[in-house]
C-alpha cells in the first residue's frame, strides 16, 4: 500500500481574531511532512466540518481563544458524525481551562493544547492517533 501524508485542517471557530498559534502549529505540522489546509479565521462549525469533508482530512485541529469551545467543539464534532466522519480526529489549542479538558475527551476529542504548548508534542500526538497513516 503506498504511503500517504497525513492531511490536517486547522481552524479558527467563532469569533476570535487572533490566529498566529494556528499558523505557528499549521507551519510545524506542514514541517513534519503533513499535508494542511488552513482555513482562516471567523468559520463556522459547519463550514469547518464542509471542508474536513471536501480536503479528506484525517484531522481537524480547532484553536479557539475566546473562551467559546464548550459551544464550538460539541457542534465540530456532532457535524463530523453527521458526514460520516466519526474516524477524523479532533485536536483543540488555545485558552481551555483544565477542568475543561476531561469533558472535551469524553466527547471525543483526541488532544488539548494550550499556549506555549511544544509542537514536537503536538506532531508525536497526531501521528500516535493515526497509526495507520505515514507521512
Known amino acids: 500500500m503506498p504511503e ?6 486547522v481552524a479558527k471557530p467563532g469569533l476570535d481574531g487572533h490566529d498566529r498559534g494556528a499558523k505557528v502549529v499549521a507551519r510545524a505540522l506542514r514541517d ?12 463556522t462549525p459547519e463550514m469547518i466540518a464542509e471542508a ?61 493544547y494550550g499556549p506555549g504548548a511544544p509542537t514536537e508534542q503536538i506532531i508525536a500526538d497526531i501521528r500516535a492517533a493515526l497509526p495507520s497513516v505515514t507521512v
Open 32 to 43: 513534519a511532512g503533513m499535508e494542511v489546509v488552513y482555513t482562516g479565521l471567523r468559520q
Open 52 to 112: 474536513a469533508l471536501q480536503e479528506d482530512v484525517d484531522v481537524v485541529g480547532l484553536s479557539i481563544l475566546s473562551g467559546a469551545h464548550m459551544a464550538l467543539v460539541p457542534r465540530v464534532l456532532e457535524l463530523l458524525k453527521a458526514n460520516g466522519q466519526e474516524h477524523v480526529r479532533v485536536f483543540v489549542g488555545g485558552i481551555i481551562p483544565d477542568e475543561d479538558v476531561p469533558r472535551l475527551k469524553e466527547m471525543g476529542v483526541t488532544g488539548v
Open 4 to 9: 500517504r501524508k497525513i492531511r490536517v485542517l
